[in-house]
């Protein structure tokens, strides 16, 4: 009965989304029903309760600080400096500027905390230059799409900042812990960027000019604004300083710093950068807010512990049951975008993640990855979304050049269930 109550009301939500409706208010009104229709309990005063509940939480202030950062950052020329300071010392590597797709987006990445941005940011700058160059499209659009997918993994990310929230795991331990993984999904993509361009060395252009060391060591000065502040940022949570919000202010402090420095900063871009994230943010309160009422409307159903129950009485391994959500999250990821997606997932799965004996910690990582791939999946793939709107490609084809770094990402994520301490490690190491 209950696993009937809860394919209606799932199906109820679909059609809601398909029509159209803000999914914040979805998730409410189905809400809304299930208490009306399953439970005695009148839904006003639990609505009430959930939804501010969910906006007060002290941890959530980081979020609108990030996305303020990222916002800031997008309307300065910090993507163009980084190209600058990177493209001489990238010359002779197997590939050459492909590679400064990849660097740059996990550069970037840390800085911006949101996967659209740090594709449209690179992109606007490594496109036409790249392009202009003789470099094959379909190498700039995959390094693209899939490295863009480092700005959810990369902190500080905006979909950690959510998850953490939502399963109420350490904000600041996901940051340090996405810095491996981070790592590892770039140098697999330079990986095969070197081994695709060793077997077509033929479509790789040569190298217009040769640079000494001192003078890539002078371009790279471009890179100092950028390195400084990831440093303030990340160094400040990994040394006990500062929480994930105060980070974030911290952040937000240096982006004006760099944006004033670099003359970017003016009355116009300071309000279109504060309304930009006032925008991003209020989407994604009312998407928790409405999540967090869906939760205890759940909740009063019984339904995460009868699904859980379901889930345990399966007698499925660890390792299956992480296979089994993988898939699961990627086909959702093909409708939905990464915050709806955990959001949605996270009050039914995490007391199944919970008895299964998971760490929730590692699970946030897992999560991130697997929601990554989705980023490059259509029908509703973001960064496919953004690479369209710069090139005018159809989405399929961005999608086919992608596809060897969603494979990546599949291997990343086998390799953390292999080695879990490349998550786990670093966090253990946090100071205070």
Request: hydrophobic residues 55%; proline residues 5%; neutral net charge.
């Amino acid at each position: 009965m209950d696993l009937t109550i809860a394919a209606l009301l799932i199906g109820l939500m679909l059609v809601l989304l398909a029509s159209g409706v803000w999914i914040g208010l979805a998730l409410m009104a189905i809400g809304i029903l299930g208490m009306l229709g399953f439970t005695p309990r009148p839904p006003g005063d639990g609505m009430a309760v959930a939804i501010w509940g969910a906006g007060s939480s002290w941890t959530l202030t980081a979020l609108p600080l990030f996305l303020w950062m990222g916002e800031i950052l997008f309307r300065t020329k910090l993507s163009e400096d980084m190209f600058k300071g990177l493209s001489p010392w990238l010359e002779r590597l197997p590939g050459r500027l492909l590679h400064t797709n990849i660097i740059g987006c996990t550069l970037f990445a840390a800085v911006s905390g949101s996967s659209a941005a740090t594709c449209a940011t690179i992109g606007k700058i490594s496109l036409p230059e790249l392009s202009r160059r003789g470099y094959p499209e379909s190498m700039i659009l995959g390094t693209l799409a899939g490295a863009g997918t480092l700005g959810l993994l990369i902190p500080p990310s905006i979909i950690m900042i959510v998850y953490g929230v939502s399963a109420d795991v350490s904000i600041s331990k996901l940051f340090v812990g996405g810095v491996l993984p981070g790592i590892l999904l770039a140098s697999l993509f330079m990986g095969w960027v070197v081994l695709w361009s060793l077997l077509n060395g033929e479509r790789i252009p040569p190298a217009d000019l040769k640079t000494s060391f001192v003078e890539k060591v002078i371009a790279s000065r471009n890179l100092i604004p950028v390195v400084l502040l990831i440093g303030g940022v990340l160094g400040s949570i990994y040394s006990g300083i500062a929480t994930a919000t105060e980070a974030a202010a911290i952040g937000v402090v240096g982006s004006l710093i760099i944006a004033a420095s670099q003359k970017s900063l003016s009355r116009q871009s300071f309000i279109a950068a504060l309304m930009g994230a006032t925008r991003l943010y209020c989407m994604i309160a009312l998407i928790l807010g409405g999540s967090a009422f869906l939760t205890l409307a759940m909740g009063y159903m019984g339904l995460p512990r009868h699904l859980a129950e379901w889930i345990g009485s399966l007698g499925l391994s660890p390792g299956m049951l992480l296979l089994a959500l993988a898939v699961f999250y990627i086909l959702l990821g093909c409708f939905l975008d990464g915050i709806s997606i955990v959001v949605l997932t996270m009050a039914v799965l995490l007391p199944t993640i919970q008895t299964a004996g998971i760490d929730p910690l590692w699970f946030g990582i897992f999560v991130v990855v697997v929601v990554e791939m989705a980023q490059v999946t259509p029908p509703v793939g973001f960064n496919l979304f953004v690479l369209q709107g710069l090139t005018g490609r159809q989405i399929t084809t961005i999608a086919l050049y992608a596809l060897p770094y969603f494979l990546l990402m599949a291997l990343a994520v086998v390799l953390l269930y292999v080695f879990p301490g490349l998550v786990t490690w670093l966090p253990g190491k946090m100071i205070g």
